[in-house]
């Protein structure tokens, strides 16, 4: 008996093919557009690959995970299940504290990235990413990330994150909010 194929097949034209191409050279990154973009050691550049449309709520601490500018920002503009980007930051920066409607899994593709996340009891726990290196957070999961990357302290080290779903949201928690109020740091909406 012949194997038989039962997923649909579909010839691809070249020239759709290099409209789901992103050089990484060509990207354009973005440093606002979330609750703790403005705070001491929270600087970041976020680069929007695969997906990130707009979540149907961007109010009320509710946002895209990359921000309202980047999620508008997408080098590849479909909808498939899941949304693709980088974070590049240097040694001590990364976000705040966090949380996420879908999985989200992040993989360490230059330097160390510390991944923190609230363990039983509210104790923070953590690990150590190095290149290749990849945790994946299930949704509800409050989480942040941290370049620890040893060295000048003004290299820059890339993370690369996956995050499920067609239009994420993410949200910053009590304690993160409040820390950015009190600063004043607040974006303008």
Not at 80 to 101: I, S
Request: charged share 25%.
């Amino acid at each position: 008996m012949e194997y038989q194929e039962t997923l649909p097949r579909r010839g691809v034209s070249r020239k759709e093919m290099l409209k789901r191409v992103a050089r990484f050279k060509k990207l354009k990154g973005s440093d606002g557009g979330l609750p703790d973009s403005k705070m001491p050691g929270c600087e970041r550049i976020l680069y929007n690959v695969i997906g990130f449309q707009p979540p149907e709520t961007e109010r009320g601490g509710k946002q895209s995970p990359v921000g309202v500018k980047a999620a508008r920002m997408a080098a590849i503009k479909i909808s498939e299940g899941f949304n693709l980007g980088y974070c590049r930051a240097r040694p001590g920066k990364g976000p705040m504290l966090h949380n996420h409607d879908t999985n989200e899994t992040f993989i360490a593709m230059t330097g160390t990235w510390r991944a923190i996340w609230e363990g039983k009891g509210g104790r923070l726990e953590h690990v150590d990413l190095k290149p290749l290196d990849l945790i994946s957070f299930p949704p509800g999961a409050i989480r942040r990330f941290m370049n620890v990357t040893r060295g000048p302290k003004n290299k820059y080290s890339t993370l690369m994150f996956v995050i499920g779903g067609n239009a994420p949201s993410s949200e910053f928690t009590n304690e993160s909010m409040r820390r950015i109020e009190a600063a004043g740091a607040m974006p303008r909406t």
